[in-house]
DNA sequence: ACCGTTGTTTGGAATCACTCCAATGAAGTT
DNA sequence: AACTTCATTGGAGTGATTCCAAACAACGGT
């Protein structure tokens, strides 16, 4: 580990303290894990966030892993994505408007910006009344690698 | 019950009998009583459907209703949405590209017509070499019903 | 019309993701 | 440094769903 990116981890970590506190929320070691491996990983699911900050911190408790998620959602600085047939999964990317793209085989999914352009898609035509605060859009598909090797 | 809506009934249950056969499926009482009960329902979740499903046959186990399900499934005769944080929920229109607004508050589905006109919805702007073959999209927000009465 | 094959249904047990609770422990306040 | 409040832990519990083996019923063949 050089000394620059020990650097910016430390940085990484101060902006994060910051971000809770903003929030409202104390600044714990768990919390501070559970939001870098949200924010290294790829829509991580619950279990592997556990995993994840337990390489950081040495050791977390499952239901502190789903309390800090549940946090950290409350506030707004995580995002929970529910595709369906998988558990939830978590992402820090919560500023703009996107959507998914999940793979039907091996379950993998990325980021795609609003098809909609920027009047984020919120006016379905014949809303019957309701009041629309989100528009959740999800692909399913099948990623190129899946392609490529199963088929 | 009139003579008319026996006639309708049993019409019905015809239809369906062929489309089961039509699909490859044995005609069974809890099939055609699954499907009946989720044509007639509203977006029910599988508990709602062995309910309804009982109404109709006297009895019919919860594995059965879950098994039975997922053949209607499997050959494309329901379809099933699974809203984040409620249990599956199964519908019998299969035939067009629609989407859902689901209540925040009651959890209550309706029905959407696509919103991206006709091409329904499966370019993605930088879908990254996957080949989609559905477009998902929630419309989450309140029911006019839950807005009156709880604000 | 019966019979056998094969697909269905049943009931029971198990799993998976997730939540609830009471008790211990640590953050931040004065 | 002491206190209050919030966070974390571990254990038990829940709801939806799946797995399995055994009993059963649909439908094609005789």
């Known amino acids: ?3 620059r990116s020990t650097e910016v981890n430390d940085e990484a970590r101060r902006v994060d303290a910051q971000r809770l506190r903003d929030a409202g ?3 714990t070691a768990p919390r501070l ?3 870098a491996a949200v924010r290294a990983g790829n829509h991580l699911a619950a279990d592997d966030v556990t995993a994840a900050a337990r390489e950081r911190i040495g050791s977390i408790s499952t239901q502190a892993t789903y309390d800090v998620l549940a946090a950290l959602v409350r506030v707004g600085l995580v995002r929970r994505i529910e595709p369906a047939g998988s558990p939830a999964r ?3 990317r919560v500023a703009d408007n996107h959507h998914h793209i999940i793979c ?3 379950g993998v999914a990325v980021d795609v910006d609003c098809a909609m352009s920027q009047a984020p898609c919120l006016e379905p035509p014949g809303a019957a009344g309701f009041v629309i605060d989100e528009a959740e859009v999800i692909f399913w598909g099948v990623c190129p690698d899946c392609r ?3 088929r």
């Open 1 to 3: 580990m050089t000394t």
């Open 148 to 150: 490529r090797s199963r």
């Open 25 to 27: 929320l104390r600044v």
């Open 90 to 92: 978590f992402e820090t």
């Open 104 to 106: 039907r085989r091996c």
């Open 33 to 35: 894990a559970v939001l």
